[in-house]
């Protein structure tokens, strides 16, 4: 593991590639990489892009990772979407788009499934990003697919977010219901080649405008047209203008103590589940009390506060 990690943080693409399936499938020696991975990460800049299914946030993504190569920047891309394009499952177009990508050294692609994923965005995503980070990826965008918990925990491990969008009116009252609103710091809606674009755009300001208070960012909107590499630019652009504001604004050391603070609920989270679904003795215990709670000796809550009792022990 040690080795592993020390090959990693000095750029070997396949000591992290072999790292991340490690983080993926809970290796339990893990912490001893992780503690040489955190050592030399936090440098990176984290993207989080999320939206409804079908929007472009991977095609969009392609071409961002793009536009940062041209900059001089390195990439790396989690994409949490096992219907990814990223890994073969798309359209002939959209396949010979992504192999742009997966040519280029200096772009390191993992798509990672939902399993294990007991709410909220799968539990290995922090150790994959600052695995990332360690090696060296100066950007690393992260794309979650659908709409729910998993798109409000983004925010918690990005330095921007950016909700996409596409035109039709359906999708912005989407939108506000799923609580993206307040989780933008940049809303794009994508697909401006297609008819309804003003009008979507219209929406969505006049949505800003609504709940806007004086003194306060105004989050911008932009159209692009990821599939024809249009708005790609300006895009960028409003993500480097993000992040100069939440560095001058001092508010970029708080993401990045909120995202080390939902990276350490999720490490506690996956003890306490291994030491209650793997361990012996708890499973013996669950079992036990399954048997319990069935001949009506217990009841469910009463049983999960022993097994509460005695982990607290
Ligand atoms: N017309 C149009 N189609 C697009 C655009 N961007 C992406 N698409 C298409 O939309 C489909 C879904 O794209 P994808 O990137 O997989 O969406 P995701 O599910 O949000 O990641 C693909 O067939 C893309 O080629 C665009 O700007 N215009
Ligand atoms: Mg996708």
Known sequence: MKDLAERAVNGDDRAVARLITHAENCHPDLYEAMR???RHGGRAQVIGITGVM??????L???????????????????????????????????????????????FIRSMGTRGMLGGLTGAVYDVMEIMDASGKDVIIVETVGVGQAEVDIIKIADTTLVVLVPGLGDSIQTIKAG????????????ADVPGIERTMAEIESMIDLGHRPGVRKTPVLATAAKECK???ELVDAI?????????????????RKRYEA????????RLMTMIFDEKVFREKVESLI??????????????EEILDGLLK
Do not use: C, Q, W
């Open 36 to 38: 040489i991975i955190h």
């Open 231 to 233: 708005g790609i630019t």
């Open 263 to 270: 990276e350490l609920v999720e490490i506690i989270r996956k």
């Open 61 to 107: 993504i392609a071409e961002i990772a793009l536009e940062y190569r041209k900059r001089g920047k390195t990439v790396g891309i989690i994409a949490i979407d096992p219907t990814s394009p990223f890994t073969g499952g798309a359209l002939l177009g959209d396949r010979i788009r992504m192999s742009r990508l997966t040519m280029d050294p200096g772009i």
């Open 54 to 59: 079908g929007a472009g946030k991977s095609t």
């Open 180 to 191: 993206l609103m307040e989780i933008a710091d940049i809303f794009v809606v994508n697909k």
């Open 291 to 304: 048997g319990r709670i069935e001949g009506k000796e217990t009841d469910p809550y009463s049983a999960a």
């Open 240 to 256: 480097e203008e993000h992040r100069e504001f939440i560095v001058g604004s001092g508010s970029l050391p708080d993401r990045r």
